[in-house]
Structure formats: C-alpha cells, structure tokens
C-alpha cells in the first residue's frame, strides 16, 4: 500500500490532513496525531500495519 493510498482510507475514516512536512503527511483525529509517509514506493508491511494501528 502506497502512503497516498493511506492517506485516503484515513480521511474516510474521519482523520483530517494537518499539514504535510516533506513527503510527510501529518493527519490529526482529536488528540491523535500520525505521520504517513508519502513516497513514490510501496510502505513496508510493518510501517503500514503500525500506522494502522495507531490509528485504531
């Protein structure tokens, strides 16, 4: 899964894009912040499964 790809599933899921850091997107949702990195490449399963996590 691509960090764009991300993205997307986490704006439906109610996260709002905060600013993007390089080719660092940081979304907020409250009080949790996370920051998906957004490169030309696939993200590695444990980057991917970790943001989902904290993302609950």
Known sequence: MKG???VK????????????????HIMVK????????C???DMKLGTCN???KQAG
């Not at 599933?9 to 660092?24: A, M, P, Q, V």
């Not at 409250?30 to 990195?37: A, F, H, I, N, R």
């Open 4 to 6: 764009k790809d991300l």
């Open 9 to 24: 599933l986490l704006k439906k899921e109610g996260w709002e894009l905060d600013r993007i850091n390089g080719s660092h």
């Open 30 to 37: 409250g009080d949790k912040t996370l920051s998906v990195p």
């Open 39 to 41: 490169h030309n490449t």
């Open 50 to 52: 970790a943001l989902l």
